[in-house]
């Protein structure tokens, strides 16, 4: 194995916990995340040739992922489900129902970004998971700038809707006002 194949290798491994990340986001679940980053990387292993070097293998890899990822949607037809398998773990003599809540809370969360069109989603991800630029999104993705940006603002706004209180929420919290007599 030459310098350069090896350099590459050093810099997959590091790539790692981002592109499974990302992948957790896509599939909503840890085993198919870890299904879609081994074919992410049998992908890119075989078809090595093909990046350049001074190019961005990071911005290269999660476009082989995004791609990946719609070829399997494609030919499998399967349906996305929202698994919590990645619980918080309670501490021992913590507050258990602070943690249980924020916990519930990123359940949550990660169901209304699971329920985002896919194409939003993808876009929310990177941008604000993976904490590329819209310009570094834009090249992953291979649109442009304004598409990226209409879908974000697009996805934030569903993620604003979905997080707002509904007037029967709200009213169940409104305190009860009594008239007190004497």
């Known amino acids: 194995m030459d ?3 090896r350099d590459i290798h050093r810099q997959f491994v590091t790539l790692m916990p981002r592109l499974r990340r990302f992948a957790v986001g896509l599939c909503n679940n840890s085993h198919d995340a870890d ?3 081994q ?3 049998a992908r ?7 990046w350049q070097d001074g190019t961005h293998l990071d911005r290269w890899l999660f476009r082989i992922m995004h791609s990946v990822h719609i ?3 494609q030919t499998s037809h399967y349906r996305q489900q929202c698994v919590a398998d990645n619980a918080v773990d309670l501490q021992q003599g913590g507050d258990a129902r602070r943690e249980m809540e924020t916990w519930i809370s990123l359940q ?6 699971a329920d985002l069109p896919e194409q939003q989603k993808i876009v929310l991800l990177l941008v604000c998971v993976e904490g590329m630029s819209y310009k570094e999104t834009a090249e992953v993705l291979e649109l442009p700038i304004g598409t990226v940006t209409s879908r974000l603002a697009r996805a934030r706004i569903c993620l604003a809707k979905a997080m707002a209180p509904t007037s029967t929420e709200v009213q169940k919290n409104r305190p009860i006002l009594r008239k007190v007599v004497n």
Do not use: G, H, K
């Open 39 to 41: 074919s992410t990387y």
């Open 3 to 5: 310098q350069r194949t």
């Open 35 to 37: 299904d879609l980053l």
């Open 44 to 50: 890119a292993l075989t078809r090595l040739q093909q």
């Open 71 to 73: 070829n399997s949607r």
């Open 108 to 113: 949550q969360t990660r169901r209304m970004i």
